[in-house]
């Protein structure tokens, strides 16, 4: 960074990834300041320029030489996880000022010596208190995830057992093919009969836990949104809500249909594609009168897109995934913005990343989805007019689908 450039952001203030200092003599402070940064999405921090005025003061070679010392001491033994900082000296107006990089850290949440959790808030920073926000700070950092969070006072009997029969079909389907087993006959069979025939020497409840789907006595939060009966019985939230609106505005207040949709995964997949069926249009392909009406949309493209918001939302975030139709789009929104820094550009080159790696590796077989990243392109490329907002500051990630219009 050259001078021209630091007194522009001089001139800019402080900002949620640009702070001043005028001299750092407080350790702790400064580490706060550490923390802060890296939990959030990382930054410079000036030293030698007023942070009231924007005036430079500068820094003497001492100065600088006792500054670095301090910070390396407060980045190594205050901030928690410790931390590895840059710094340079640039001379600005003949003064020398002390550049301080931090970037947005990889194992958050850190935290200070005294176990605070600190996060920018603006120019400013402030203290995380929230259940919520810290276990999504865990998540970002790779140390917790959502779907194996257990849930009290659910228990196996919670279970859909033909939904998870069927699982087991798909799951274990080339070996009950060669013992010339069919889905309906499965069905058939008590979950002791079925493993059984499969040779499985475990009890249900420990393949559960094998398969991430339960803890002890309790199912996890991926075994219930995608086996149990009633799952927002313990999780109202997790639940679709559709609407078909009158016009364009989603301030809109007539609709052409509404409805909320509950149950497991395999229940709300099936009613919301039917919610979209019958509120899109049907196109004649062929010149005879009598050839079938096809969706506007390729039912594939709405299939992908809704799997993709069911799987890789955040459910750290108590919201429902929204799927909305307006007269010259379809918006699918699901809670949760991309999460591990990618972009909108590398989900449309196939690159994907497991927020729920338990709900992602039992998917492929309740649903249409192969875990390959491949939905994405897979929709695309059967219907080019569709575009993906990150909506970082709503906290949600958007697919619209631009409408046929007649």
Partial sequence: MDELEILDLIKKGESSKVQFKEMVTDTYKIATEMVAFSNSMGGIIIIGVNDKTGDISGLSYD??????????????????????????????????????????????PYKDNKGIVWVKNGADKRKVTSNEELARMLQIGGNIYADELVI??????????????????????????????????????????????????????????????????????????????????Y?????????????????GTEFRDKENIDGHFISMFKQSLGFLNRNLRKIQEGKNFNTPGVLEIPGVVLEELVVNAMVHRDYFINSSIKLFIFDDRVEIISPGKLPNKLTVENIMSGISVARNPIIHSTAQYILPYSGLGSGIL?????????????????????????????
Avoid: W
């Fill in 63 to 108: 100065d600088i030489q006792k500054t670095n010392s301090l910070l390396v001491n407060a980045a190594s033994d205050i901030v928690k996880s410790p931390i590895t900082l840059f710094t340079e000296t640039i001379s600005v107006e003949d003064k020398n000022v002390l550049l301080v990089h931090i970037k947005e850290g990889n194992n958050k």
């Fill in 235 to 251: 999780r109202p939230v997790f639940n679709m809500q559709c609407a078909s609106f009158l016009g364009n505005d989603i301030s």
């Fill in 152 to 233: 009290i006072k659910s228990t196996i009997r919670d279970l859909d057992m033909k939904a998870f029969k069927k699982c087991l079909y798909r799951k274990y389907n080339e070996r009950l093919t060669t013992l010339n087993f069919t889905l309906e006959q499965l069905l058939k069979l008590s979950i002791e009969e079925i493993f059984k025939e499969l040779d499985l020497n475990l009890s249900l409840n420990r393949l559960m836990q094998n398969m991430g789907l339960a803890s002890g006595d309790h199912l996890t939060l991926a075994g219930l949104l995608m086996f149990a009966e009633e799952p927002q019985g």
């Fill in 378 to 406: 897979r929709a695309i490329s059967r219907y080019k007019d569709i575009r993906f907002e990150n909506d970082e500051k709503g906290d949600r990630f958007k697919a619209i689908i631009q409408r046929v219009q007649n």
